[in-house]
């Protein structure tokens, strides 16, 4: 009786001290404890999925930051398991999954690595057979499906609501609110509710943001433009042409007018492109949209209409990339320099600059000397309206009351809850596409517990995203087996997600050494 008290005794010790329970082997099992991070718009979603946690054995929290706050710390790889989401530029995995996933790239805060994976995706960058990229996109997936480097959720639709006499108006699968096609049945200015609090910048050299391109992409043009679901067409450039492999000539139309009045030319496309691609060109600083060109090396001036791209390597998505490249003015840049060019922009889209605060509103008029923008997509001349204004409204509940008020005519983002009550509404107009943004938890994979893929797999296996999608987000998703999004390029849809299998995820974590009671 002695010996069984002074061992009991030892058991409970360990257990207090250290969440270690000993197995029939003589091996401990450790208890699993994580913290959800996430800020408060996936609230819900982060608490759904620590219930899920704790019904395998896992002691699971969640902390609610604000974004931003968040950002730095998972960036420095301080934090363990946090909810992200991540928005593609391209209809192609390139933007998503090299970013996040490829070792050493600038969005892969988890630091996962695997050296299968990148020379997949090195093999699919360097194809310019479409065949040949979609092999090696299919073998990246599995390699990410088995791997699990985060717990694979969702893509959302993006749906967007407009008052009734808002007329030509359809929501973009890259989020932007193009307002060169939008006529109202009455009034003259049009008024959106942004889901950001402020924009970066009206430099389009200067940021990485949807809600700051979707204001920018209003004052601005770009060589190509696409349309709503995603189709590539000429917009400054009448037409394009792949001569090889790793170059390309684009022909410019001509008339095309600055807000200043300055003609555009080839000097002018050049300068944009020399702007993003040289290190340190905007008064020191480098873009940061510079990796979006991928292997472009130089654009260089064929004759006053014509331009050349040069690549180190094959690069197919090049025009998709382009899309997001707006095209400024050389001589007003010049003469004002970077930073005034930023408070006072001059482009040549449908509406220039009139005032605004970033944290606030900016307000734009018509430029009545528009070329008319890209003939594939009519209207095709000045814009419809003579105002527009981008309001910042980051609270979902004040953009609904605002549109359903009149305040403004269009806002992004409505929440799934939010929206049934619209649609229901006479003065109200829905609409949904398929978004281009995956939503998932990640884990930092530089050190336990997820440096190791049997946690990372249990994770999966633990979580109901099926529950969570139907109650949180009213079935207003589509899930995912792995990053891979089914609008881009490559998606194989024969590798299906993860089940909910809180059995697997226990046998898992059993192997793994982890308690699961």
């Not at 058991?11 to 099992?29: D, N, V, Y």
Request: charged share 25%; net charge neutral.
């Amino acid at each position: 009786m002695k010996l069984r008290t002074i061992l009991t005794t030892l058991i409970i010790a360990m257990i207090l001290a250290f969440g270690f329970l000993p197995t029939t082997t003589g091996q401990t099992r450790k208890q699993l404890s994580v913290v959800i991070d996430t800020d408060s718009t996936r609230a819900d979603e982060a608490q759904a999925i620590a219930h899920n946690l704790r019904a395998i054995g896992v002691s699971a929290d969640v902390r609610i930051w604000e974004w931003n706050a968040l950002k730095e710390r998972i960036q420095a790889g301080e934090r363990q398991m946090y909810l992200t989401a991540w928005g593609s530029a391209y209809f192609d995995p390139f933007d998503i999954i090299v970013p996040k996933f490829y070792s050493g790239d600038r969005g892969n805060y988890s630091g996962y690595s695997n050296a299968r994976f990148d020379a997949a995706l090195d093999r699919a960058l360097r194809a310019v057979d479409n065949d040949a990229r979609r092999e090696a996109y299919f073998d990246a997936q599995q390699i990410l499906y088995d791997d699990a480097p985060a717990i694979f959720g969702y893509s959302l639709m993006e749906v967007e609501a407009a008052r009734s006499d808002v007329l030509n108006w359809q929501p973009s699968m890259d989020s932007r609110v193009n307002l060169h096609d939008v006529g109202l049945a009455r009034g003259d200015t049009i008024v959106v509710g942004l889901y950001a609090d402020k924009i970066l910048t009206l430099d389009p050299a200067a940021y990485r943001d949807r809600p700051t391109e979707t204001v920018i992409r209003n004052m601005f043009d770009a060589l190509v433009t696409r349309t709503w679901d995603g189709k590539v067409v000429p917009e400054i450039a009448e037409a394009w042409k792949a001569v090889s492999d790793t170059e390309y000539l684009f022909r410019i139309r001509r008339g095309i007018k600055f807000h200043n009045g300055d003609l555009l030319d080839a000097d002018d496309v050049v300068f944009t492109f020399d702007r993003v691609l040289r290190e340190g060109a905007m008064g020191g600083r480098t873009s940061p949209r510079k990796g979006l060109l991928g292997p472009v090396e130089k654009v260089e001036k064929v004759d006053q209409y014509t331009v050349r791209f040069v690549l180190s390597s094959p690069f197919p998505v090049l025009p998709q990339a382009l899309v997001h490249f707006q095209i400024v003015p050389r001589k007003y840049v010049e003469r004002v320099g970077d930073e005034a060019f930023a408070r006072k922009p001059v482009g040549c889209g449908p509406f220039k600059y009139v005032e605004g605060q970033f944290d606030d509103k900016i307000v734009m008029e018509r430029f009545d000397d528009y070329y008319g923008g890209s003939p594939s997509i009519p209207p095709v001349g000045p814009a419809r309206v003579k105002r527009a204004i981008f309001r910042m409204m980051p609270d979902p509940t004040v953009r609904v009351a605002a549109v359903k008020t009149g305040e403004v005519h269009i806002i992004q983002s409505v929440p799934s809850h939010m929206a049934a009550a619209l649609v229901r509404d006479k003065n109200i107009q829905v609409k949904s596409v398929e978004g281009t943004r995956v939503y998932m938890v990640e884990m930092n994979c530089r050190r336990p517990p997820f440096d190791d893929p049997r946690v990372r797999r249990a994770m999966n296996y633990a979580v109901d995203w099926d529950a969570i999608l139907r109650t949180v987000y009213a079935g207003n998703a589509t899930r995912l087996a792995t990053a891979f999004l089914p609008s881009g390029f490559g998606f194989n849809q024969s590798i299906v997600p993860y089940k909910y299998d809180p059995a697997r995820a226990k046998a898992l974590l059993a192997e793994a050494g982890y308690s699961t009671k």
